[in-house]
């Protein structure tokens, strides 16, 4: 018999190993794999192998992009999705896989579990200060 293996999707969202380096990337600009590697705290170093495996994965996600560096040896790896459109596609992601689409059933669920009142407070004001109108 004959076992037949099925890849994996790739998942759009950020793992937390993946999140990690696009941090420091985001936090310190283009580098390369030496770069990150020593940014890495001491207390949780990686592989050289680790980085770049994990650096090639978001690069076929679209997270990242690379050059060659001046040298042209090495490839300089840049962000090529910012922090906050990140943050937005994780959040739709999550919308969408728990919540029915409905960002008014993730926000009621936020809003059940445990918010204090001065984080209720800031809530009023960002909704009262929110353009009317809006989708």
């Excluded at 004959?2 to 600009?29: H, Q, Y």
């Excluded at 943050?87 to 728990?98: A, M, P, T």
């Excluded at 960002?103 to 001065?118: A, F, G, T």
Aim: net charge positive; no cysteine.
């Amino acid at each position: 018999m004959t076992v037949v293996r099925v890849p994996r999707a790739t998942s759009l969202t950020l793992n937390p190993a993946e999140l990690r380096l696009m941090e420091l990337l985001w936090e310190n600009g283009p580098a390369t794999v030496h770069e990150m590697l020593e940014w890495l705290p001491p207390k949780s170093p990686l592989a050289y192998n680790t980085v770049l495996t994990t650096i090639r994965i978001l690069e076929k996600k679209g997270y990242v992009r690379h050059e060659k560096s001046k040298g042209g040896r090495a490839h300089v790896y840049a962000p090529h999705i910012n922090r906050e459109r990140a943050r937005r596609s994780e959040i739709g992601h999550l919308v969408r896989r728990f919540f029915q689409n409905s960002h008014q059933l993730l926000v009621l669920n936020l809003l059940e579990d445990r918010i204090d009142k001065r984080e209720l407070d800031r809530l009023r004001e960002l909704m009262e200060s929110a353009p009317k109108g809006r989708p």
